[in-house]
């Protein structure tokens, strides 16, 4: 018994004492939907034993495909009780992406959302033979309705079945260099997600947070430290604005997590200028690094509210903050481009490929280590190696660190452009181009150049009814950063691929210009 002394908790323990302190408060909405967290407590106890009445175990791998909706995050808490594996998918995901998933992580059983992805459940079970269970959300013709056996279950009280060292989830990397690497957490990492979410973010005194993007992803790994603060997690599913700024005035919204290209399709929407946005205290943006420029529109138009993220799939959600009162444009207008300090539990430091922190203000990347780093990831031991070297988590996100202690990410070390012997960081020069008041948003990549070897090319979305010349920008971009970093070519674009996270999709984007031709990952 002496070593169980010092266990940690587990999700599922998390999971049960918001149930039990939110009482009858009202913890999801959708649509016309609303479920206290005692009716979820209770929906979770008959689905828990719907499972184990068809033979799922603690240990077993379970996955859900689902758009946004209560069930979906209801599959993520019986497994945290269970002691369950489970691989979150994203929904926008092809089917080629959801087979590897689930058999790269030896899934064997599946949970649906019939209405959206009833066929994709078809072609999955005749792909993959090792699926042996595929439930539906409710009624559907490939599987039995596991809500409906849910339903005729008695219910009872929650019986934790998981350790703090087992593995919790499973997180498929977005796959931008070769196939996807499930990232394994074991329940103190996602602890610790969640005790650090708590901690250091600027929470509002009520919490109804909004969720636009999918919750099997970023937005998901927050509904346990709303439920832990008693608060309403509301959901939609897929992103509109129009409906972002109705459900903000219909449910007198105070929170919301939206990445940087959504924020811009805020700013740049005609119905902004009607939109009731007063109840809002805190946006929370990330995944993707924002344009200086346009978070300071965003400022003028919802107030001082921002916060950002930095974290990655490695190391969930918070490695730094910057916090809303370091959003200042008047004292402070540079640290508008950090993503932040270090969040208390994790060390971070600036190496160089050596493990030697490299100087102030020089660029190093990004290492992590502490209680919020993964496992390792899922039968990949040479990439964990890699990952996890000199005793630190190598994110591959360079950055500089000024004398406050702030970080500046300057861009991925696999997207930084060698343009005739000079390192070139893509995320410098998009900076500049969208301080333009024409520009809405901008991509600048490395494309194959017989003379420089690469060349800085810049992909640029402008606002709606203004021009700016190609000539301006180059010029705007060489008076405040010097000719090698200037873009040779710009070309205007009605739209920028994005991922299904969001985030700007520079795979898809270098392979216009590079045509099967290798590029060097620096």
């Given at each position: 018994m002496q070593e169980q002394l010092y266990d940690g908790c587990t999700m599922g323990d998390l999971v049960q004492r918001a149930i039990e302190r939110g009482g009858d408060r009202v913890a999801f909405i959708l649509d016309d939907q609303k479920i206290t967290y005692r009716e979820f407590g209770s929906l979770l106890s008959r689905f828990i034993q719907a499972l184990a009445a068809r033979g799922v175990r603690k240990g077993d791998a379970i996955a859900a495909l689902s758009s946004n909706r209560p069930e979906a995050?209801?599959?993520?808490?019986?497994?945290?009780?269970?002691?369950?594996?489970?691989?979150?998918m994203h929904p926008l995901g092809s089917e080629d992406d959801h087979a590897y998933l689930l058999e790269d992580s030896g899934v064997t059983t599946l949970l649906v959302d019939p209405p959206v992805f009833g066929e994709r459940a078809h072609a999955?079970?005749?792909?993959?033979?090792?699926?042996?269970?595929?439930?539906?959300?409710?009624?559907?013709?490939?599987?039995?309705?596991?809500?409906?056996?849910?339903?005729?279950?008695?219910?009872?009280?929650?019986?934790?079945?998981?350790?703090?060292?087992?593995?919790?989830?499973?997180?498929?990397?977005?796959g931008t260099t070769g196939k996807p690497k499930g990232v394994i957490h074991t329940h103190r990492v996602q602890v610790t997600m969640v005790m650090i979410e708590l901690a250091e973010w600027d929470w509002p005194r009520e919490v109804r947070l909004l969720a636009m993007t999918p919750i099997t992803h970023a937005a998901g790994a927050m509904i346990v430290a709303v439920m832990l603060?008693?608060?309403?997690?509301?959901?939609?599913?897929?992103?509109?604005?129009?409906?972002?700024?109705?459900?903000?005035?219909?449910?007198?919204?105070?929170?919301?997590?939206?990445?940087?290209?959504?924020?811009?399709?805020?700013?740049?929407?005609?119905?902004?200028?009607?939109?009731?946005?007063?109840?809002?205290?805190?946006?929370?943006?990330g995944a993707s690094p924002m344009s200086p420029a346009r978070l300071i529109e965003g400022m003028k138009v919802f107030g001082p509210v921002f916060m950002q993220?930095?974290?990655?799939?490695?190391?969930?959600?918070?490695?730094?903050?910057?916090?809303?009162?370091?959003?200042?444009?008047?004292?402070?207008?540079?640290?508008?481009?950090?993503?932040?300090?270090?969040?208390?539990?994790?060390?971070?430091?600036?190496?160089?490929?050596?493990?030697?922190?490299?100087?102030?203000?020089?660029?190093?990347?990004?290492?992590v280590r502490g209680?919020?780093?993964?496992?390792?990831y899922w039968n990949k031991p040479d990439e964990t190696a890699r990952a996890l070297r000199h005793g630190w988590l190598y994110t591959g996100d360079l950055a500089r660190r000024d004398a406050d202690g702030y970080l500046y990410i300057v861009d991925r070390s696999k997207d930084m452009i060698i343009s005739g012997g000079f390192n070139v960081f893509p995320r410098e020069?998009?900076?500049?181009?969208?301080?333009?008041?024409?520009?809405?948003?901008?991509?600048?990549?490395?494309?194959?150049?017989?003379?420089?070897?690469?060349?800085?090319?810049?992909?640029?979305?402008?606002?709606?009814?203004m021009q700016v010349s190609a000539e301006a920008l180059i010029a705007r971009v060489r008076d405040a950063k010097g000719a090698v970093?200037?873009?040779?070519?710009?070309?205007?674009?009605d739209a920028l691929p994005v991922t299904g996270l969001g985030k700007l999709d520079k795979k898809a984007i270098r392979a216009r210009y590079w045509d099967g031709q290798q590029r060097a990952v620096h």
């Open positions: 995050f209801m599959a993520s808490a019986a497994a945290f009780v269970m002691g369950l594996r489970i691989t979150w999955l079970m005749r792909r993959l033979p090792g699926l042996k269970n595929v439930y539906g959300f409710g009624p559907n013709d490939f599987g039995e309705d596991i809500l409906a056996a849910a339903a005729a279950c008695p219910g009872g009280p929650l019986q934790q079945q998981a350790h703090a060292d087992d593995i919790c989830v499973l997180i498929y990397t977005g603060r008693s608060g309403t997690f509301v959901m939609s599913k897929g992103f509109e604005a129009q409906r972002f700024f109705d459900l903000v005035e219909e449910h007198r919204i105070t929170a919301t997590f939206l990445v940087p290209t959504m924020i811009y399709v805020l700013l740049d929407s005609p119905a902004i200028r009607q939109a009731d946005l007063s109840s809002l205290g805190m946006i929370i943006y993220l930095y974290g990655q799939s490695e190391a969930p959600n918070t490695v730094t903050i910057l916090r809303q009162c370091d959003h200042d444009p008047e004292r402070f207008p540079h640290r508008l481009a950090s993503c932040g300090m270090p969040v208390g539990s994790s060390q971070v430091k600036l190496l160089d490929d050596d493990g030697r922190e490299v100087p102030l203000g020089e660029v190093g990347e990004i290492c209680p919020l780093v993964m496992k390792g020069v998009e900076d500049v181009l969208t301080t333009d008041p024409a520009v809405a948003s901008a991509a600048v990549i490395g494309v194959p150049d017989a003379k420089w070897g690469e060349a800085v090319k810049a992909l640029v979305v402008l606002k709606p009814g970093q200037a873009p040779k070519t710009i070309d205007f674009v």
